[in-house]
């Protein structure tokens, strides 16, 4: 199997900090700004990724962990039974792989479907005692929630004493607490009266309502509850199906979604899709799915269970609502990565209850796929609550003149040359430290520890200094004076002064640290110590051509492209000429060694913290010895050196079966290596 590049590697920690953050905003502030159908696809190509290299796979991974940590406004709860995600499927297709794994390991096809709606709202625990509501809480991360117990005794469909007889002394049952779509409505329309702010949607006023630190504010919130299962329970005092189970909590008078029922096989549960997807907007709630679980419980056990899901049930997402309108413009928008997204401006149109002005065309191949062009009559998808999408055009509608539209050539920000990697459908501005979109980012690397180590230039900092105009580009950082930057918010004299200190300790660097941090697409801390290795200096690096740059180690065609492009740039190489100016400097790389290559052939990982060197020294050392140094341990690495305080890579070393240098062995071995 192919170990993953350093793209890869890149790519899937990016996902991960994306998915984290967008759970964040959707777990515990109830504020999402993707719709689900980002989320999802957010999180397929995480799967794909590390399905695909599972030295990608880390336990802390969104693929492995469920919604958010729970918020410290209220006490955490610690779920006795952790409260699990479900996979998604999206096509038949998903269905029947799913349909395929349940019979692979049950060895037979007989076997019943519990079939519920899949209600948009927010998942909780309650925990009966003695037949009395004693405790309630949020999902938070699965193995912890929130207590929000006096919320939920609120709202009148959750009992606070069981009826009948027979219930566990304790158990816990699972559900979701939801706003039935009139009393949202009516919620909106008083709260617009009062001048007050509005809620997007079902989902976000039942969270929002649900951790109010005042109860009585909750109780005038219209909320709702439907049981769909339990935690804790005694094993042996449950029925032998979820169904019949359900029913008994019915009895003690927990509601159950009355749209719940059982099927015999996957084509019943597709007859209850179809039908729940055709009333969806007539149901007196927001679903968007159905979920199919497993009916007996003898089955569940054999199934079990993956990090985060149930082997034994799936939610089928519907798709997105869709709507016609026109395109009025398309524009670009350019991010602080640099990438050029086509955005269409659409006449006004109102899709699932909410006016759409905007909607994301993703890049220049969906147009072309799509055919999409201005004035073009268009389907559009709200797939979720925030970014539409443009699904398709209809071409026999359109104006023969219309003509197709082309990306620009140059940032519309900057005014850089764009650049688009074959195989990439991205197109992104080439003038990374000058273009006015990228600032941020480019500072914020440009400091960070491995780069030029500018320690106390936070990103609050570096938003004040752009906010401000007193920087442009990092250049300006060398420009900065302690009283301009004790004028600064939060920033005293002391630690404008530290401030000060820290930047003019970074003039003094090395060549790999400072091409690492000007931001070139792909050159990552290894690529850029080849790189310094092979030239030596900054000037032969600035003028080699594509074809002299694939001489380096590790550097194919899309590398040496960004590179060769990123010098041509007039802006960058300003920013460069005036960083130098402002006396950033480093010593002239050493030549390697002409004598024996040792270490010929082989590749080093260096993890943890080291006592008598630093990372770069060691790295130093092994490059000299004619050595590899990489940042990601894999089936090609031959050693992996351990520090004090080591990582994941220290453990999946010895998984792989890698041999493990501590220092004291790194050290003789590079040292009988040099005599």
């Known amino acids: 199997m192919a170990s993953a590049s350093e793209a890869d590697h890149l790519r899937a920690e990016a996902l991960r900090a994306e998915i984290a953050y967008h759970n964040l905003r959707y777990h515990q502030l109830d504020q999402p700004i993707i719709p689900d159908a980002e989320f999802d696809r957010l999180m397929g190509e995480l799967l794909k990724l590390e399905s695909q290299f599972p030295e990608l796979k880390s ?19 610690h779920h006795k039974v952790p409260m699990l995600s479900l996979e998604n499927a999206f096509s038949e297709e998903d269905l029947a792989d799913f349909e395929r794994r349940i019979q692979q390991r049950l060895s037979r096809t007989n076997y019943r479907f519990a079939v519920e709606p899949k209600l948009d709202g927010l998942a909780v625990s309650l925990t009966y005692v003695g037949g009395r509501l004693s405790q309630g809480a949020t999902r938070g991360d699965g193995q912890t929630g929130e207590d929000i117990t006096q919320n939920l005794l609120t709202i009148p469909e959750i009992p606070k004493t069981l009826q009948g007889e027979g219930w566990p002394e304790v158990f816990d049952i699972r559900g979701e607490v939801f706003m039935p779509r009139a009393g949202f409505a009516q919620l909106n329309a008083e709260a617009a009266l009062r001048g007050e702010k509005t809620f997007a949607n079902p989902r976000n006023a039942a969270a929002g309502s649900l951790r109010q630190l005042d109860p009585r504010i909750t109780s005038t919130r219209p909320l709702s509850f439907f049981c769909y299962g339990w935690g804790q329970y005694p094993s042996a005092e449950l029925a032998e199906t979820h169904s019949e189970t359900l029913r008994r909590f019915q009895a003690w008078g927990i509601p159950i979604n009355p749209e719940s029922l059982v099927t015999e096989d996957i084509s019943g549960c597709l007859r209850v899709y179809r039908d729940l997807e055709a009333r969806r907007a007539s149901l007196p709630y927001d679903i968007d799915g159905v979920v199919y679980k497993i009916d007996n419980l003898a089955d ?56 759409v002005t905007n909607a994301t065309l993703h890049n220049a191949d969906e147009i072309r796929r799509k055919d999409i062009r201005v004035g073009d009559e268009v389907i559009i998808r709200r797939a979720g609550d925030v970014i539409p999408e443009v699904v398709r055009s209809l071409p026999e509608l359109r104006a023969s003149d219309l003509p197709e539209f082309l990306m620009p050539s140059c940032c519309p920000i900057c005014g850089s040359s764009v650049e688009t990697d074959e195989g990439e459908a991205v197109v992104r501005c080439s003038g990374g430290l000058s273009c006015p979109a990228q600032h941020k980012e480019s500072v914020r690397h440009f400091a960070s520890r491995k780069a030029m180590d500018i320690d106390g230039l936070g990103e609050k900092i570096i938003d004040q200094l752009l906010e401000g105009c007193l920087i442009e580009t990092v250049a300006d950082l060398y420009r900065l004076d302690a009283p301009s930057l004790s004028a600064l918010d939060r920033l005293g004299d002391k630690s404008a002064n ?71 740039q007039p802006r960058n190489l300003e920013v460069i000429s005036n960083l130098i100016d402002s006396g950033v400097h480093w010593e002239k790389v050493a030549a390697a060694s002409e004598g024996p290559q040792p270490l010929q052939g082989k590749t080093f990982v260096v993890t943890g913290t080291l006592e008598s060197l630093s990372r770069d020294e060691a790295h130093a050392r092994i490059l000299a010895l004619g050595g590899k140094a990489t940042g990601s341990v894999s089936q090609k690495t031959s050693y992996v050196v351990v520090g004090s305080d080591a990582g994941s890579k220290a453990a999946k070393a010895a998984q792989l079966g890698i041999p493990i240098l501590d220092e004291e062995s790194f050290l003789a071995l590079t040292t009988r290596s040099e005599g």
């Not at 693929?63 to 955490?76: D, N, V, Y």
């Not at 690096?541 to 380096?552: F, H, Q, S």
């Open 59 to 77: 336990p802390d991974s969104p693929t492995q962990t469920i919604g958010a940590p729970a918020s410290r406004t209220f006490t955490e709860v």
């Open 498 to 568: 530290n401030l000060i200190t820290a930047i003019d300790k970074s003039r003094s660097t090395t060549l790999p640290r400072f091409l690492f941090a000007l931001g070139i697409r792909e050159v990552g801390e290894v690529t850029a110590r080849n790189l310094a290795q092979h030239f030596k200096d900054l000037s032969p690096l600035m003028t080699a051509d594509p074809e002299t740059l694939m001489g380096v180690p590790d550097v194919g065609p899309t590398v040496a492209k960004h590179v060769h492009m990123f010098f041509r």
């Open 300 to 355: 569940r056990e054999i199934l079990g269970f993956v990090a985060r899901a149930p082997r034994w049930a799936i939610a089928h997402k519907f798709p997105a609502e869709e709507a016609r309108t026109q395109i009025k413009a398309i524009d670009i928008q350019v991010g602080r990565t640099g990438a050029l997204t086509p955005v269409a401006r659409l006449e006004p149109v109102q899709v699932g209850g909410v006016t």
